[in-house]
């Protein structure tokens, strides 16, 4: 596993990345909400609350790639 923290500027960004068995990140995220593949419904949870005070989040996978799941929040207390 690998994580970055980079806090910088008016953003604080992370990364976690791991070398392990991925998924197809695209097909977990899409449809409606009562089609969402179970293990993503926690990183669409925590991708809405990032949202709510300004930040983002995403994830790239693949099913041999591992999983890499990119978040930024704003360092102020300015919600957009």
């Known amino acids: 596993i690998f ?4 806090i910088s500027n008016d953003r604080v960004k992370v990364d ?4 392990g068995r991925g998924f197809d ?7 409606d909400e009562t089609h969402v593949e179970p293990r993503a419904q926690s990183i669409i949870t925590l991708r ?3 949202e709510l005070v300004g930040g983002s989040l995403s994830v790239t996978s693949g099913e041999t790639d591992g999983t890499r799941v990119h978040m930024e929040l704003p360092t102020s207390d300015d919600v957009m």
């Open 25 to 31: 990140a695209q097909a977990a995220f899409t449809g």
């Open 48 to 50: 809405e609350k990032f």
């Open 3 to 6: 994580i970055r923290l980079d």
């Open 16 to 19: 976690v990345e791991d070398n």
